[in-house]
């Protein structure tokens, strides 16, 4: 079968760092993805990784290792507006993607 | 600017009743649409996705179908909902060849009684 493995809850300070891992187990693989959800409102895009590596966008930043099967979403200077759910999703090939239970950040003053 | 509208924005149906959710698209010509259902707290299950016109791909078998009649429209449909069809339906496309980024409408929170 075809998962992804995120844990389900993290909790941090306001102005501290997180991280949120991501590994999966897909037939195909061309890319990760993260996605951060609201309660009540839609996924939006954070960011994407085709290949191995860093990609920094502002406060966030993706990681992911192909060989490892791995993959991170780090969220810098954490605000109370970061208390959301963030979602990893594979792309498994043509027009699939797959998306992870999701990780339910809480955000503490 | 590419817009993704979804209505109703919420629904509640008694089981066995028939349902149609509507997806039109903005700003795009041609886009690959997906229709989600999200459970409250899970993840996202993709049910169907549509590359064209006419062209549905069905991923999940289930009492729902999908229909494309429009280039910018994407409609969910059942003859009979369960009671395990409750969910948030999301449709999305997909843009941007390289980076499969998918932007979502606002969705459609549906309770089935």
């Known amino acids: 079968g075809q998962s992804l493995e995120q844990p389900s809850e993290v909790t941090a300070v306001e102005g501290a760092i997180v991280q949120i891992n991501c590994t999966y187990q897909?037939?195909?693989?061309?890319?990760l993805s993260w996605y951060q959800q609201h309660d009540g409102g839609a996924p939006t895009f954070l960011s994407y990784n085709g290949l191995d590596g860093l990609e920094e966008t502002g406060r966030f930043s993706s990681f992911l290792s192909r060989s490892d099967s791995y993959g991170y979403l780090l969220l810098q200077e954490l605000q109370m507006k970061d208390s959301a759910s963030y979602f990893c999703?594979?792309?498994?090939?043509?027009?699939?993607?797959?998306f992870g239970a999701g990780t339910r950040l809480f955000v503490k003053a | 600017s590419q817009t993704i509208h979804q209505w109703p924005a919420t629904l509640v149906q008694p089981v066995g009743s028939p349902l149609s959710l509507e997806c039109t698209v903005e700003?795009?010509?041609?886009?690959?649409l997906y229709w989600y259902r999200q459970a409250a707290g899970r993840g996202l299950q993709l049910l169907f996705y549509s590359v064209g016109i006419g062209q549905i791909s069905s991923e999940v078998p289930q009492n729902l179908s999908a229909s494309r009649p429009q280039d910018w429209q994407f409609i969910l449909s059942s003859k009979k909902l369960l009671l395990s069809d409750s969910g948030f339906y999301l449709c999305a496309r997909r843009w941007g060849l390289g980076t499969d980024t998918q932007y979502f409408g606002p969705g459609t929170r549906l309770t089935v009684l």
């Open positions: 999703a594979v792309n498994t090939g043509g027009f699939k993607t797959i």
């Open positions: 700003g795009t010509s041609n886009p690959n």
């Open positions: 897909t037939s195909g693989f061309y890319g």
